[in-house]
């Protein structure tokens, strides 16, 4: 059998650390881009934002002020977020799994 308790602090991991990605990511492009170096395909960071690292990359836009004018970001980091919530809130609620919060 498997203890939800075990599942549900791996998930949380997860969701911490490809956060922590995400705005690691941001940052260090803004660095690279500040120095004219070589920087991280835009791919890269919408696919850590689709893995579950939408908050860090939102965070690290706003925060490091990167690709905030760039209607790709602006429009797609949210559109993301809010897909993945919306995903979150059909899973616990409108599908017959038994999911339990804490």
Known sequence: MIDLGNVRMIIGLYIICVNLLGLAYFFIDKQ???RQSWRT???????????????GCLLGM????????????????????????????????????DFKIM
């Open 62 to 97: 706003y925060l490091f002020r990167h690709k905030t004018h760039k209607a790709a970001f602006y429009i797609g980091m949210p559109l993301i977020l809010g897909l993945q919530i919306a995903l979150v809130l059909i899973l616990l609620f409108f599908t017959p799994l």
């Open 32 to 34: 690279k881009a500040k």
């Open 41 to 55: 395909p835009e791919a890269t960071l919408f696919s850590i934002a689709l893995f579950g690292g939408s908050i």
